[in-house]
């Protein structure tokens, strides 16, 4: 330890000196007091005299100066790196899990080198692999990491335990193992108060010497394996110690309750990643979408333009969709071979296989039935390959760290039952996930058996704890379901409580996929809200109508996001549709499904006009021959033959315009005696060559 | 999620279902602070706007009552933004006073006053406002000139300070003027409510917080009637300007039948006749007429002439430049806006609303047609196919070009004849843009012709017999789009237009909603040429139209055959 290496029994009975001094002054002392050198008096303002009589520090003859004796210099490095970790407070605060794994960081930073870091975490994980803060500091912040030392019965336990933190057994085996056993009593109080001990009450509570030795060696060997943490008491700058404030919350924490039904006052309830796939293989069925060449991504302006067109989920429930719906729907349809990566111009693109075209004839629900049936059908009862990539077809949509489970082990089985319990009913999806890994978690029970062919799970490298993770693990497989495999689906509507929290409950569709029902209409339940379309070609919605919003996207403009004038009807926009091959009566049904009230005769009039009026061309590249003279063409056509198509006197196009037609003409003429020189061809005319021809 | 009526959208229009529960309270209390931009059938669109904030200010609406009202009758909740913006349109007024010198009445300046000497600073500053303010006599106050009253506002408003005006307007002329209970005819006569609501809330009694504002009802809805109630409430002299000689007419004729004004006391100021008395109807020609490009507009002369205690802009959406500018020197007088179309192609709605008034009444057209004052109409777009010897001269057009062979189809004649002969009796107006195709559809239909080339006299001659009966017929240029009242004109045939003209089109559809005895029904063809670009304007210019809730039938020529 950098800071805390120290004689702690001797700094224990020093903090009265650090008790003579008032919060105001403590602040002062550690903001300018340097543990060797002087500091101006000026400096310490007000609180000179105080500090000076504290004994912490001392003045100089002249008064103008402060400094630190060699007696008190190991009191003021401990009070100093205390006072840099404020970890407790009186009153409890909500911190996030990204402050609290910061604190937790900068804390081993500074009160570890890289080798200690290193020392404990080859004991606690069992492994020689290079490990540092970011790696350890999960396993230190779980509550396993002191559980096990407080219910650690007797000398070989907690020596074992001592073995596997960073602290040499053989050092207790020499007699001390009082030491362990005031650790483990330290422990068990401490777990208590989350807003930690002062180290002056400990002091009190012990009547003698001998105690306060005890109890200083015993900081120091929670403080080296980091079951204990030292700083200061926000409030009034008191040195207190205590396990690390989420893991004391946590072992104090009372048994989850089961998640109670609530009712929601918002529902949201599409297959977005259905609607997003159906959005952008449309597009590409219309034109190839062009994908970047690094990493097959679509290009940022034509994302933006199908964004445009994405649903868009209401503002509650955003966390639940990625950022990068469309890059996700391409993988999607190119996993499912609906769109292939085809090279045009030297560039990839995403184009439409005649299966998704296909696939984008059907009906909504028949498209979603595309999805949710093979996903259903799959044989997998737990998410094992943890390298396995390809989990858009698996039941699972994640997979877990093991390289062994026991036989008896049915995730896809416990999963089931855990979601079953939001059938018909809407739940509170934290506590769900709460309950789910903490009282109801079906990997809990293999953590204890023994190693075998039907025993425990084995864990993958860099994963050897399996106690630190069953609860992470069982909530990071249930919470991708909820998102990938049943919301993402149409699954589960989610819904939003009075009390702000997000909810879920399974739909048909959910139902189905878990094998709980035979069959589903993906339109049950989709309560949505009025449309009109009005006879300005505005479609206005009166309310969220999702599904409503995903089909009229594919033909309309989005001007809006929000219930209210959501899009508008536009000539360039029904031709899009015309172009992905929507038919009149495809457009027509959807504004008619969506609309509560007629469409007005001119809208649907103007629509069947604009689509009728759309012709198909079809746009080839052709490699030209231009001759000098009529003498070479003639000469051209004798060689080529029914080869090429004469256009003009002297031009010749060669129809087949692929690289192996080009270099057989060639091969020919060259043959026949005519030589072809590449034209090079204008800068707007490229992907068309033109070939000069000489005798 | 409720069933409130408002969807305020976070670009501050306000979508309103007209068949939620609380839609007529609603309606009632969003009229105050927001204007209504379109109202097709089943939802309207109203739009906050700082104008329409600062005028709900000078009604005396509190900005805690417009959140309220939003609140309330908004079916989700209403955007914080909406909110905010609102308190800032309205923190803005009232910082600004023009008021009279209460130590000095009669002077000939007014006095701007700003809240505050930074405002007053930055007003001094200002590039626009600066040459407007002839002195500064205080840290907050300036004298301003009465000419540059109207320029100031505007330009206050520009700058995002509007101005409240309290200085009140010139009584002008007294002149006693009553409407008659029945009109010369003997008929029953009285003002409809909407009319009578239209003149309560520009005279506001009198108060300095009426007195200037548009009114907007639909064609045939009665506009002249609400101005003859407005010049009875004022009791001074008047001007009116209009469109037209025929509208002058018009306007007299209506004056007469309808008010018990000597006829003495109705001047006339056109082209023609130049007779200036306590109510005197002028046209726009002629006011900005002038010699040449480069002289005065000497009948600009006519505002002075006499102290006009209100000035009428008949179809205001038409006000020409020049008018404008000499309005915004007229801004102690009374100023009444009519029309039924504000939709300036030119984009300058707000100038109106800056030199005229702001907006006073608006009756969306579907409302009256439910009532029965307006007829009820159906629109048809007929669709005629270019011939095939046409087809090519069309594609080789200039754009512009294209449009006129499109509007020029002669086989538009045909499809003329098979809707008249759909409606026999029906008097019919043939309404065109370009006088060759109107000259060969009147010879071909043995229908007299009127173009802004026929002489008045012979106008007068022809709409007199055609309000008689006379002639089933009247082939007419755009000479008749405004201001034109044809009781009887059941059938409107439009074949070609100015591009994609929204008020055009509304304008035209116009002159047939008066209400007519019996089924009170008109019908509106606009015949294009399938497949051209004829086709894509008309789409524009119906937009007006749909947005008032009118519905288009597309139906191809050969279907009326």
Redo the contacts between chains.
């Keep these: 330890m950098k800071h805390f290496d120290v004689d702690w029994p001797g700094i224990l009975l020093e903090l009265e000196l650090w008790d003579a001094l008032r919060p105001t002054a403590r602040r002062v002392v550690l903001q300018e007091l340097k543990s060797h050198g002087y500091v101006q008096s000026l400096r310490f303002g007000e609180h000179v005299s105080a500090i000076a009589r504290s004994g912490i520090a001392m003045y100089e003859p002249d008064k103008h100066r402060l400094w630190v004796s060699d007696e008190r210099r190991s009191l003021v490095n401990v009070l100093r790196a205390m006072g840099r970790h404020q970890l407790f407070h009186e009153e409890p605060r909500v911190e996030t899990d990204q402050e609290v794994r910061i604190a937790l960081l900068h804390y081993m930073e500074d009160h570890f080198t890289g080798d200690e870091i290193q020392r404990i975490a080859s004991s606690a994980l069992r492994s020689n692999v290079y490990a540092n803060r970011q790696t350890l500091a999960p396993f230190v912040a779980f509550s396993s990491w002191v559980s096990d030392l407080i219910n650690a019965e007797g000398d070989d336990a907690l020596l074992a335990w001592a073995d596997t933190h960073g602290l040499s057994s053989a050092q207790f085996l020499v007699g001390e193992m009082a030491v362990l056993h005031e650790l483990r009593e330290l422990a068990t109080d401490l777990k208590e108060t989350p807003q930690g001990v002062a180290l002056r009450d400990l002091v009190d509570e012990r009547e003698h010497p001998e105690d306060i030795t005890l109890l200083g060696r015993a900081i120091h060997a929670g403080l080296a394996s980091m079951a204990f943490f030292a700083g200061m008491r926000t409030e009034d700058l008191e040195p207190c110690i205590g396990l690390w404030p989420a893991v004391a919350h946590e072992l104090t924490r009372a048994p989850a309750a089961p998640p109670a039904p609530v009712q929601v006052r918002?529902t949201f309830g599409l297959a977005v990643q259905m609607e997003d796939m159906t959005t952008l293989l449309a597009a590409a069925a219309a034109t190839p979408v062009r994908l970047r060449a690094n990493d097959g991504a679509v290009f940022a302006r034509t994302r933006a333009e199908i964004e445009r067109r994405l649903v868009v989920p209401p503002v509650w429930a955003a966390a639940l969709f990625e950022d990068n719906r469309v890059d996700i729907a391409a993988q999607s349809l190119l996993t499912r071979r609906f769109a292939h990566v085809r090279g045009i111009d030297g560039n990839p693109h995403l184009c439409a296989t005649q299966s998704g075209v296909q696939w984008l004839a059907l009906s909504a629900h028949a498209r979603l039935a595309a999805l949710v049936d093979p996903l259903r059908r799959s044989k997998e009862r737990n998410p094992v390959n943890m390298y396995e990539t390809d989990r858009v077809t698996g039941f699972f949509s994640r997979s877990l760290p093991f390289y062994q489970t026991p036989k008896s082990l049915n995730l896809r089985a416990e999963l089931t039952r855990t979601f079953l319990q939001a059938r018909d009913v809407f739940l509170p999806t934290g506590e769900f996930l709460d309950h789910a890994s903490r009282q109801d978690n079906p990997l809990v029970a293999l953590v204890d058996l023994p190693p075998g062919k039907d025993g425990a799970l084995m864990f993958y490298s860099g994963h050897a704890d399996l106690r630190n993770e069953t609860r992470t693990l069982w909530i990071d497989t249930l919470a991708h379901f909820l998102t990938d495999r049943l919301v993402g689906l149409g699954g589960a509507r989610i819904g939003l409580d009075d009390a702000g929290r997000l909810c879920f409950s399974l739909t048909e569709v959910g139902l189905y996929l878990l094998g709980a029902v035979d069959q589903f209409d993906y339109n049950a339940g989709l309560a949505e809200?009025?449309v009109?379309v009005?006879?300005?070609?505005e479609v206005?919605f009166?309310?969220?109508a999702p599904a409503a919003e995903a089909e009229l996207a594919r033909f309309c403009e989005r001007v809006?996001v929000?219930?209210?004038?959501v899009f508008r009807i536009t000539?360039t926009s029904v031709l899009a549709a015309a172009e992905a091959g929507s038919a009149v009566g495809d457009v027509i049904g959807a504004l008619t499904r969506a609309s509560s009230?007629a469409i007005?005769?001119?809208v649907q009039?103007?629509i069947a006009?604009w689509m009728a009026?759309v012709r198909r061309a079809t746009l080839r590249r052709v490699e030209l021959i231009e001759c000098a003279d009529t003498d070479i063409a003639a000469r051209i056509l004798s060689v080529l033959g029914a080869g090429v198509r004469q256009i003009a006197p002297l031009v010749f196009a060669l129809p087949d315009g692929t690289p192996a037609a080009r270099t057989t003409m060639i091969r020919k003429l060259r043959a026949g005696g005519v030589f072809v020189d590449e034209a090079e061809a204008p800068r707007e005319a490229q992907g068309r060559t033109r070939l000069r021809a000489d005798e | 999620?409720n069933d409130n009526p408002l969807?305020v959208?976070?670009?501050l229009?306000i979508?309103v279902?007209l068949s939620a529960p609380r839609y007529a309270e609603a309606r009632d209390a969003l009229a105050r602070f927001a204007e209504l931009v379109?109202s097709?059938?089943?939802?309207h669109?109203y739009r906050i706007t700082p104008l329409s904030i600062w005028n709900a200010c000078a009604a005396g609406v509190d900005v805690d009552d417009i959140a309220g009202t939003l609140t309330s009758f908004s079916?989700?909740a209403v955007p914080v933004s909406i909110t905010n913006q609102v308190r800032d349109f309205a923190g803005r007024f009232g910082r600004l006073r023009v008021v009279r010198d209460e130590d000095n009445p009669a002077a000939d300046y007014l006095l701007l006053h700003a809240s505050d000497p930074h405002l007053a600073e930055e007003l001094a500053h200002g590039r626009q406002l600066a040459p407007l303010l002839a002195d500064r006599i205080g840290p907050t106050t300036f004298r301003i000139r009465h000419g540059d009253r109207g320029r100031i506002k505007q330009a206050l408003i520009k700058a995002g300070y509007p101005a409240e005006d309290v200085a009140g307007y010139t009584e002008g002329e007294s002149l006693d003027v009553s409407l008659r209970t029945e009109t010369t005819a003997g008929a029953e006569f009285a003002l409809r409510d909407y009319q009578l609501q239209a003149v309560h809330a520009f005279y506001a009694l009198g108060s300095a917080r009426g007195g200037s504002g548009v009114v907007v009802l639909p064609c045939g809805a009665g506009k002249t009637v609400v101005g003859m109630g407005v010049i009875t409430a004022v009791q001074s002299s008047t001007l009116i300007l209009t469109t037209s000689v025929t509208a002058v007419r018009q306007w007299i004729r209506e004056l007469l039948d309808k008010t018990d004004i000597a006829p003495e006391n109705i001047g006339e100021y056109s082209a023609g006749t130049k007779d200036v008395r306590p109510i005197t109807v002028a046209t726009y020609q002629i006011l900005t007429h002038r010699a040449s490009k480069e002289a005065e507009f000497t009948h600009l002369a006519l505002f002075d002439e006499r102290n006009w205690g209100l000035i009428i802009y008949d179809e205001v959406h038409l006000l020409p430049a020049p008018v404008f500018q000499i309005t915004a020197t007229l801004q102690a007088r009374r100023r009444l806006g009519l029309t039924a179309t504000l939709v300036r192609e030119d984009g300058r709605e707000d100038d109106v609303f800056a030199l005229i008034g702001p907006k006073k009444a608006d009756v969306p057209w579907k409302v009256l047609e439910r009532q029965g004052w307006i007829a009820t109409a159906v629109c048809t777009?007929v669709r005629v196919a270019l011939a095939d010897d046409l087809r090519m001269p069309y594609a080789l057009a200039e754009t512009r070009n294209k449009f006129r062979v499109a509007s020029e189809n002669p086989d538009k004649v045909q499809v003329i004849r098979d809707i008249i002969a759909r409606h026999p009796g029906e008097p019919a107006l043939i309404i065109g843009m370009y006088v060759d195709q109107l000259e060969v559809l009147a010879t071909e239909m043995s229908v007299p012709l009127i173009t802004g080339t026929t002489p008045q006299a012979k106008r007068d001659v022809l709409y007199d017999q055609f309000r008689a009966g006379a002639l089933p017929a009247l082939v007419v240029s755009k000479v008749a789009n405004f201001a034109i009242d044809l009781p009887d004109a059941s059938l409107a045939i439009q074949v070609s237009g100015t591009f994609g003209s929204r008020q055009e089109e509304a304008q035209r559809l116009g002159r047939i909603l008066r209400p007519k005895a019996g089924a009170n029904q008109a019908h509106f063809y606009s015949v294009v040429t399938a497949?051209t670009v004829e086709?894509?304007f008309a789409?524009k210019r119906?937009?007006f139209l749909?947005?008032q809730?009118?519905?288009?039938?597309?139906v191809d020529a050969h279907a009326l055959a």
């Design positions: 918002e809200g009025d009109v009005q006879p300005n070609f206005v009166l309310g969220a809006g929000a219930p209210g004038h000539r009230k007005p005769k001119n009039h103007e006009g009026a | 999620m969807i959208q976070g670009d229009t979508l279902d379109k097709p059938e089943h939802i669109t079916r989700f777009e497949d086709q894509e789409l119906q937009l749909c947005e809730g009118y519905e288009y039938q597309i």
